[in-house]
């Protein structure tokens, strides 16, 4: 296999792969925002009951943690629009 056909091949599994990858990350990070806000309910719902004030901290503790990951997955979004961009610069193999 010459060069330019790896380089062919290569750029169109990256590309492919690409595309895989967006279509998850875009079901999860909308997924991880759906749960943020039903989480975000339960944690004011048993915020200023005595009654629920173990539950409260658990929820609050998962709530806190599904938001760090959610942030996480929002800085995805530069690292993904860089291998968007790279491939659209990436010059076809001749």
């Not at 895989?20 to 997924?31: G, R, S």
């Not at 709530?63 to 491939?87: P, T």
Request: net charge negative; proline share 2%.
């Amino acid at each position: 296999m010459e060069n330019n056909e790896f380089n062919k091949t290569l750029r169109d599994v990256v590309a492919d792969g690409l595309v895989v990858c967006l279509n998850a990350y875009e079901h999860i990070h909308t997924n991880q925002y759906l749960l943020l806000q039903h989480l975000r309910c339960l944690v004011e719902d048993t915020r200023d009951n005595p009654q629920f004030e173990n539950l409260h901290e658990i929820l609050y503790s998962f709530y806190s943690g599904v938001s760090a990951a959610y942030r996480c997955m929002s800085e995805l979004d530069e690292a993904i629009k860089e291998i968007a961009e790279w491939l659209d610069n990436e010059e076809e193999p001749k």
